[in-house]
């Protein structure tokens, strides 16, 4: 058996485990394109020369727009978690996902 650490798991808050961030972003980008995600949550980094590593960089630092994303996500997608924390759910007939 070597000394050698192995890594902390990561016991995430937001998302549930098995769900990264990186994961929603790339899933919402596929579904709504850089464009139109933009206009759904309106966050400079989705709107001006966007990039999924820039995009992480802010959303791991501002918890706000890190729940609109995990919000938007579970809205488009589905399986909210029972145990979720974030925003209350908001309809499927709220005209800002429209």
Same mark, same amino acid.
Do not use: H
């Given at each position: 058996?070597?000394?050698?650490?192995?890594?902390?798991?990561?016991?995430?808050?937001?998302?549930?485990? =098995? &769900?990264?961030? %990186?994961?929603?972003? *790339?899933?919402?980008? /596929? /579904?709504? =394109?850089? /464009? #139109?995600?933009?206009?759904? &949550?309106? &966050? #400079?980094?989705?709107?001006?020369?966007?990039?999924?590593?820039?995009?992480? &960089?802010?959303? *791991?630092?501002? /918890?706000?727009?890190?729940?609109?994303? %995990?919000?938007?996500?579970?809205?488009?997608? =589905? =399986?909210?978690?029972?145990?979720?924390?974030?925003?209350?759910?908001?309809?499927?007939?709220?005209?800002?996902?429209?």
């Amino acid at each position: 058996m070597s000394d050698r650490k192995l890594p902390k798991p990561r016991f995430n808050k937001y998302p549930p485990k =098995g &769900i990264t961030l %990186e994961m929603m972003v *790339r899933a919402l980008v /596929e /579904e709504y =394109g850089w /464009e #139109r995600l933009g206009q759904k &949550i309106y &966050i #400079r980094c989705f709107n001006e020369n966007p990039s999924l590593k820039s995009s992480l &960089i802010f959303l *791991r630092q501002t /918890e706000w727009a890190r729940l609109e994303v %995990e919000d938007l996500y579970y809205w488009t997608f =589905g =399986g909210r978690p029972a145990d979720w924390v974030g925003p209350k759910p908001r309809d499927k007939s709220d005209d800002d996902y429209e």
